[in-house]
Each structure stands twice: as C-alpha cells, then as structure tokens.
C-alpha cells in the first residue's frame, strides 16, 4: 500500500511560480513509477510528468516541457513539482500518482496508477 499527500497549490498570477510536494508512506515508494497528473472541470485527467522507478528517465506532456521539473527524494519519500512560467491554462486540481514497482517505463495513461493523492488545486489569473 501507498499513502500520497499532495500540498503546494494556490492562487497565482501568469508568469509566476509554485513547487507541488508529494509525501509517500510504504515501503515500496523508492521502487515505483511516479507520476503528476491534472483535471480541469470538464476535462479528463491528463498526464503532466513522471519518472521510471529508478529516477533515470523522466517524460512531459508537450504543453509543459521547458516550464514544469518532477524530481523524488527517496531519502524523504517525496516527489516535488516545480512549476514556472505558470499559464492560466495550467489551472486544474494536480495529483500525484504512484504506479507499478520495478518497471524502465513511463505510463502516460491513469490505468497503469493504482494509487492517487486527493489533489490539489492550482489557480492561475490571467
């Protein structure tokens, strides 16, 4: 089993900045898959960023390359979001996901997460 507990969303300008933090209790936290996605109302949940297990590949949703950095801290089970040069169209409710242990893969698609974060919601006022 894995806990997740997102924190860091808010209301900002465009332009500006917000780091999102994900907390993982397990044991298996270190060993998985991870991944940030979002939902705006009215649309489904897209895939933002993520790494393979190992923290040696990482993957962006074109919209976001150049502007958003995932990284993980298996040391303090955590996984953070930097989100620069933030746009309205950034606005959604972030969750962070947890998905399959030991796998060289990225997944794009929620089916291969089976454990999610309750989300939290970024603003961004145009």
Same mark, same amino acid.
């Given at each position: 089993?894995?806990?997740?507990v ?25 060993s ?7 939902q ?8 933002? %960023? $993520?790494?393979?297990? &190992? !923290?040696?590949?990482?993957?962006y @949703? +074109?919209s ?33 996901? %947890? $998905?399959?242990?030991? &796998? !060289?893969?990225?997944?794009?698609? @929620? +089916? ?11 603003t961004?006022?145009?």
């Amino acid at each position: 089993q894995v806990q997740l507990v997102e924190s860091g969303g808010g209301l900002v300008q465009a332009g500006g900045s917000l780091k999102l933090s994900c907390a993982a209790s397990g044991r298996t936290f270190s060993s998985r898959t991870m991944g940030w996605f979002r939902q705006a109302p009215g649309k489904e949940r897209e895939f933002v %960023a $993520g790494f393979n297990w &190992s !923290g040696d590949s990482t993957a962006y @949703t +074109d919209s976001v390359k150049g502007r958003f950095t995932i990284s993980r801290d298996n040391a303090k089970n955590t996984v953070s979001l930097q989100m620069n040069s933030l746009k309205p169209d950034d606005t959604a409710v972030y969750y962070c996901a %947890a $998905g399959p242990t030991y &796998s !060289g893969s990225i997944f794009r698609s @929620t +089916d291969y997460y089976p454990y999610w974060g309750q989300g939290t919601q970024v603003t961004v006022s145009s």
